[in-house]
């Protein structure tokens, strides 16, 4: 499955414009192309179940690329596809059942695209950004917390992490054992190209 995360681009240039003054990048300094590098990154996964347990869960193949417009926050840009068949708990049967037609429908579904649509700063470092997710072809807006973890030498990191409601999305078996909502921690660690 692909995501398509234009929303961190812009909110990417947000965050940069929006650093402490000591030592603090430029937006020119920022802008340009930068490519998530899977190395660095990661996104991880939970969800609650009624007796306390849950399960977690890590994307272990993604790729993406961050364009940064340094005199248009609009016009910046980024894109990240997730593979959800490299979905893992460490437990094989668990991956099975998340790859099945139940959940992802690995088989037929390869991609989650996220499209931002708004941004909006909530600090000198954090943004909130709003966007269009799709995932087994139905379509939804989620929210997204952002905050800029480093900016220097051409490396851009954010911490993104927002709630997303599976039952949007048709993958609500098991609920209410298992909660209905997704609590989503990513790193994104992408390089200047």
Request: proline share 3%; net charge positive; glycine share 10%.
């Amino acid at each position: 499955m692909t995501v398509h995360l234009r929303f961190l681009a812009i909110l990417f240039v947000a965050l940069c414009t929006g650093l402490p003054a000591q030592g603090a990048a430029s937006l020119a300094d920022a802008a340009g192309r930068y490519a998530i590098s899977p190395s660095g990154s990661k996104i991880r996964f939970a969800i609650g179940q009624i007796d306390g347990g849950g399960m977690q869960g890590v994307f272990g193949q993604f790729s993406g690329t961050i364009s940064i417009d340094g005199s248009n926050i609009g016009k910046s840009r980024v894109d990240l596809t997730i593979f959800p068949a490299s979905v893992s708990t460490g437990k094989p049967r668990v991956d099975s059942f998340l790859k099945s037609n139940a959940v992802f429908d690995t088989a037929n579904e390869k991609q989650i695209v996220f499209r931002s649509t708004s941004v909006k700063r909530t600090g000198d470092s954090s943004a909130v950004v709003v966007g269009r997710l799709t995932a087994r072809g139905k379509s939804s807006n989620e929210t997204f917390n952002v905050s800029l973890e480093n900016f220097a030498k051409g490396r851009i990191v954010f911490h993104v992490t927002g709630k997303v409601l599976r039952s949007r999305y048709g993958m609500d078996v098991g609920t209410p054992i298992y909660s209905n909502v997704v609590d989503f921690d990513m790193r994104f660690d992408a390089r200047r190209r």
